[in-house]
């Protein structure tokens, strides 16, 4: 801010009286030696134009501190809060819900009517219901409804629908077929190369 000297001893109250809204009546200097007393008023005084540029300075001072304050204060508040945690889209549920579950048993009931068999297992038994969708297969061959029988061998993926129930989308009757056992042999390898190389690492 501009340094203001004041020229004049009657000047800086007569700045405070215009700042004030007030009027300085019959301010009188001291005595001094060998001069006689002397008054001065400012009544009806204009402002210095010193005192106006003080002011105006004072003013932009202001108004300019004002909004950055402003800003510094809105940032930090929206520092502080926390970001939302980002809802799950309807996409990914949907596609964590329509993966398939794998399955596998021995065929302990089938409902022809309701086009539907069962696999027991120790605490439950599970009930899978097959469709015009499901992909029906016997020993890697195409197979159909009438192939199912109790006590198959069967595998397969099926889906859990909002009611609970099971939903087959593939069925495979019988024995692994060569293929299978090939991915079951190397699945079982990867399996103990992964487990030594962790016990070698502890």
């Known amino acids: 801010?501009?340094?203001?000297?004041?020229?004049?001893?009657?000047?800086?109250?007569?700045?405070?009286?215009?700042?004030?809204?007030?009027?300085?009546?019959?301010?009188?200097?001291?005595?001094?030696?060998g001069i006689d007393?002397?008054?001065?008023?400012c009544e009806h005084r204009p402002m210095p134009p010193r005192f106006l540029s003080l002011i105006a300075a004072v003013v932009a001072a202001v108004a300019f501190s004002?909004?950055?304050?402003?800003?510094?204060?809105?940032?930090?508040?929206?520092?502080?809060?926390?970001?939302?945690?980002?809802?799950?889209?309807?996409a990914a549920s949907k596609a964590k819900t329509d993966r398939p579950i794998p399955y596998?048993?021995?065929?302990?009931?089938?409902?022809?009517?309701?086009?539907?068999?069962?696999?027991?297992?120790?605490?439950?038994?599970?009930?899978?219901?097959v469709t015009d969708t499901s992909v029906l297969t016997l020993t890697g061959k195409p197979a159909t409804w009438?192939?199912?029988?109790?006590?198959?061998?069967?595998?397969?993926?099926?889906?859990?629908?909002?009611?609970?129930?099971?939903?087959?989308?593939?069925?495979?009757?019988?024995?692994l077929t060569a293929a299978e056992q090939a991915a079951k042999t190397a699945k079982a390898a990867r399996a103990a190369k992964k487990k030594a190389e962790g016990e070698k690492a502890q």
């Open 146 to 175: 009438k192939d199912i029988a109790v006590g198959q061998d069967v595998r397969g993926s099926y889906w859990k629908k909002a009611d609970g129930s099971l939903e087959t989308k593939s069925v495979k009757l019988g024995p």
């Open 1 to 33: 801010m501009p340094m203001v000297s004041f020229g004049r001893v009657t000047e800086l109250p007569c700045f405070i009286a215009h700042v004030r809204g007030m009027r300085t009546d019959g301010l009188r200097k001291p005595r001094q030696a």
């Open 37 to 41: 007393t002397w008054s001065a008023t």
């Open 66 to 90: 004002a909004p950055v304050t402003t800003l510094a204060a809105t940032k930090k508040k929206d520092d502080a809060t926390p970001a939302a945690s980002p809802a799950a889209s309807p």
């Open 104 to 129: 596998h048993g021995k065929i302990s009931a089938v409902d022809a009517a309701a086009k539907t068999f069962s696999i027991a297992g120790k605490e439950k038994t599970r009930v899978f219901k």
